[in-house]
């Protein structure tokens, strides 16, 4: 069991999703909403999820896309005011997070969501009010878990970046377990991706020939 303690809290363990009621509670949630995808239901992983939850009560939204849309944002949105969530728990990879922190701003902030995008300036406007979220990866390395960003396409075509500190989640639980049922092509990229972006990005840039792994496509 390993805890690190940051800027988000990060419990990194097999079997650290039992503690998600109790990073349900010390996040001040007392009925959340999981944000998912079709994909990680199917896998079983939400399953997993909900039995460790025990009694806490809870809602779902399961619909999102492979790239994060204003509409499933919206569609998140409903779900949580209508059950009377107080909370998001991001349940994925980097879609359903980004979902998640872009439904932590609708539910809080008023008009549109590209109001609050970055090009938009809209960074400023996102405040300390933003639903609280805590993110649980069942991928290695997209990062978004411990991010201040989320990537969404809004209704406009454009695929927008929104930042601000207060969408970074409160705490990541990060159980290898969750992993263990993905498709095997779906386990190793994100893993290598950091290390790929990392290698790519101290290449020297006057350099015109990159070592052949800098070109692998993960």
Not at 95 to 119: F, N, Q, R, W
Not at 168 to 194: E, H, N, R, Y
Request: hydrophobic share 40%; glycine share 10%; net charge neutral.
């Amino acid at each position: 069991m390993a805890l690190i303690k940051y800027i988000t809290d990060v419990e990194i363990a097999f079997g650290a999703i039992e503690k998600l009621p109790e990073a349900c509670r010390a996040s001040g949630m007392t009925k959340p909403l999981i944000v998912t995808d079709a994909g990680v239901k199917a896998a079983g992983i939400l399953a997993t999820a909900i039995q460790a939850m025990g009694d806490m009560p809870h809602a779902i939204y399961d619909g999102t896309p492979s790239n994060p849309t204003e509409a499933a944002v919206r569609e998140a949105t409903v779900i949580y005011k209508q059950s009377g969530c107080d909370g998001l728990i991001a349940l994925g990879g980097g879609s359903s997070m980004d979902c998640a922190k872009g439904a932590a701003i609708t539910v809080s902030h008023e008009g549109p969501l590209k109001t609050y995008a970055t090009i938009e300036g809209g960074s400023p406007k996102i405040t300390a009010k933003v639903a609280p979220l805590i993110a649980v990866p069942t991928t290695a390395g997209t990062g978004s878990e411990v991010a201040r960003g989320a990537i969404v396409i809004v209704d406009d075509g454009r695929k927008l970046g929104f930042h601000s500190w207060s969408l970074v989640p409160k705490m990541a639980i990060c159980d290898p377990a969750l992993t263990v049922g993905l498709p095997s092509g779906l386990t190793p990229p994100p893993a290598w991706m950091p290390s790929h972006t990392a290698w790519k990005h101290s290449w020297p840039p006057h350099t015109t020939r990159q070592p052949m792994g800098l070109h692998w496509t993960v």
